[in-house]
């Protein structure tokens, strides 16, 4: 069966060229717009991605040629796996805390009244709001008016600091979207409130925990300037990075940026296809 072709009204034979593409452009703007975009946020990751496939030698500022020992070696720059290993367990440990700390205080501030409640909800969101450089500056002279010496912990105490209140926020978005009526729910039928916490509440919460720990950890991951003020001799991947960014970045650097953008795409993806086979089921 041969495919009818529609031919052009009268009203669209008598439009000049000029006006038909400026009808394209108008109800294509939104889609021009959503190429630009994307591709001004991507570049700076293929540049990255690119890069690490650079027979670099001392400076990785000019291509001077593709390999895959970078891949192959990601620890041959000096410092940047010691770097990366004390980011990994910094976020860890930040995470972990701030997660836990951060769902207890967003479960008390959403489900329960007492005298000030409105100043904590307050004072949750003053280090989201606070510039970092305050919050870096103001944590230094804390630590040395109380003479604790600066290096992993004081580290992990300040990512804590402005982590919790990231996890805060998106618990509380999750438990708001609850039916506080499953809980009475699960009680009519017996169950004391701890049992109706971790069979009802807990997962149903479980996927905003998990995005604000997800959270979290990148924001400890990707940490500089309140790091840089706290860590003393203790170096992470951040800070390496912007110390050998004068001679340009090590493509192991690149190898390593490039490696936690593929994992993290991939979590996403896998969270994406999960949901979506949840909600077919």
């Known amino acids: 069966m041969s495919a009818v072709v529609e031919s052009p009204t009268p009203a669209q034979r008598t439009l000049s060229a000029p006006t038909r593409v400026w009808r394209w452009f108008g109800s294509n703007v939104l889609r021009l717009y959503a190429v630009i975009a994307f591709a001004y946020l991507l570049l700076p990751v293929v540049y990255t991605f690119a890069f690490s496939f650079n027979d670099a030698g001392k400076s990785n500022l000019v291509w001077r040629g593709f390999t895959l020992d970078n891949w192959l070696n990601?620890?041959?720059?000096?410092?940047?796996?010691?770097?990366?290993?004390?980011?990994?367990?910094?976020?860890l440990i930040a995470t972990a805390v701030a997660t836990a700390l951060g769902t207890l205080i967003a479960l008390s501030l959403v489900r329960y009244r007492f005298r000030g409640r409105a100043s904590t909800n307050l004072l949750i969101f003053l280090p989201m709001a606070?510039?970092?450089?305050?919050?870096?500056?103001?944590?230094?002279?804390?630590?040395?008016?109380?003479?604790?010496?600066?290096?992993?912990?004081?580290?992990?105490?300040?990512?804590?600091?402005?982590?919790?209140?990231?996890?805060?926020?998106?618990?509380?978005?999750?438990?708001?979207?609850?039916?506080?009526?499953?809980?009475?729910?699960?009680?009519?039928?017996?169950?004391?409130?701890?049992?109706?916490?971790?069979r009802i509440t807990l997962p149903l919460l479980a996927p905003g925990i998990a995005a604000a720990a997800l959270l979290a950890f990148s924001l400890s991951f990707d940490d500089f300037i309140i790091t840089n003020f706290n860590s003393g001799q203790v170096n992470t991947f951040p800070k390496f990075v912007y110390v050998s960014a004068n001679r340009g970045i090590p493509p192991q650097a690149n190898v390593?940026?490039?490696?936690?953008?593929?994992?993290?795409?991939?979590?996403?993806?896998?969270?994406?296809?999960?949901?979506?086979?949840?909600?077919?089921?």
């Open 130 to 198: 606070t510039p970092e450089v305050v919050l870096g500056s103001s944590l230094l002279a804390l630590f040395l008016n109380l003479f604790v010496p600066l290096g992993f912990w004081t580290i992990v105490v300040a990512h804590i600091m402005f982590c919790i209140s990231f996890v805060v926020v998106t618990v509380k978005a999750r438990l708001a979207s609850l039916d506080p009526r499953l809980e009475q729910a699960a009680m009519d039928l017996y169950a004391n409130e701890r049992e109706a916490f971790r």
């Open 256 to 281: 390593i940026a490039s490696a936690m953008f593929i994992i993290s795409l991939a979590i996403v993806l896998i969270a994406q296809l999960v949901g979506r086979a949840r909600r077919k089921g």
């Open 74 to 91: 990601p620890c041959g720059a000096p410092e940047v796996c010691g770097s990366l290993v004390n980011s990994l367990a910094i976020g």
